[in-house]
């Protein structure tokens, strides 16, 4: 099945740095892929829905500048927490469309913990 | 827009019994229900999903119901084992393919 590697899996960086997260689909191609943010006994949080070759599109509340999205191929998105702040520290998480099974369904990478000290 | 809520937020039963999460929806237009799984510190992985255009699917000891009329759908677990237990999402999505995510359900299994 279609199987999307997210890296790193934790990072911890100082406050002020930018961090970079990278998602790869691996067997498929990924037009289309989405960031979430999940904080603690919390629900996913949508953040940006990402196009190959198009701006990404963000949902309301989340800051453009502070999050960097890239979807420069059809099996590559990455996001960059811009000047990381502690308040940025949370499990973040990308998905994308497996269209073999359908242009709904979902598969999510394992996650990223990124803790900013 | 669409709201997704989702019951209990938490869940205990004994090994070897049955459980049922629900969710229910507020936009009829909404066509695709899937629920996840969430071992902690990793991703959702989907367990199994339903379409509109169906009322039941089941896959082995997991099962999950739509009805249409009244917008809910429920995760059934029968026979439970202690590694399902987990964090549980279900979601609501219309064609435009965005999850309108349930706030989520702890799963826990007793021995």
């Known amino acids: 099945g279609a199987v999307v590697s997210q890296h790193p899996s934790w990072v911890i960086c100082k406050s002020g740095t930018s961090v970079k997260i990278e998602c790869r689909s691996l067997d498929f191609q990924a037009t289309t892929m989405f960031w979430y943010r999940q904080f603690p006994k919390q629900s996913l949080m949508l953040m940006a829905t990402s196009n190959e070759g198009s701006k990404a599109t963000y949902e309301q509340g989340v800051e453009k500048d502070k999050f960097l999205i890239n979807h420069a191929s059809l099996t590559l998105s990455t996001l960059t927490v811009t000047s990381a702040h502690p308040e940025d520290s949370s499990f973040y998480i990308c998905?994308?469309?497996?269209?073999?099974?359908?242009?709904?369904?979902?598969?999510f990478g394992a996650g990223s913990r990124l803790t900013v000290l | 827009g669409e709201n997704v809520e989702q019951h209990p937020s938490t869940l205990s039963v004994q090994e070897g019994d049955s459980a049922v999460i629900k969710c229910t929806y507020s936009d009829s237009a909404s066509n695709y229900f899937p629920w996840y799984k969430q071992e902690l510190g990793k991703g959702p992985q989907l367990i199994i999903d339903?379409?509109?255009n169906v009322g039941e699917k089941k896959d082995q000891r997991i099962a999950v119901t739509l009805n249409k009329t009244a917008k809910h759908f429920s995760l059934h677990i029968t026979e439970t084992q202690p590694e399902a237990s987990a964090g549980y999402f279900c979601?609501?999505?219309?064609?435009?393919?965005?999850?309108?995510w349930g706030a989520g359900t702890k799963l826990i299994i007793k021995p």
């Open positions: 998905s994308a469309t497996d269209t073999v099974r359908g242009a709904d369904v979902l598969t």
């Open positions: 979601a609501a999505s219309l064609s435009n393919y965005q999850l309108i």
């Open positions: 339903i379409r509109s």
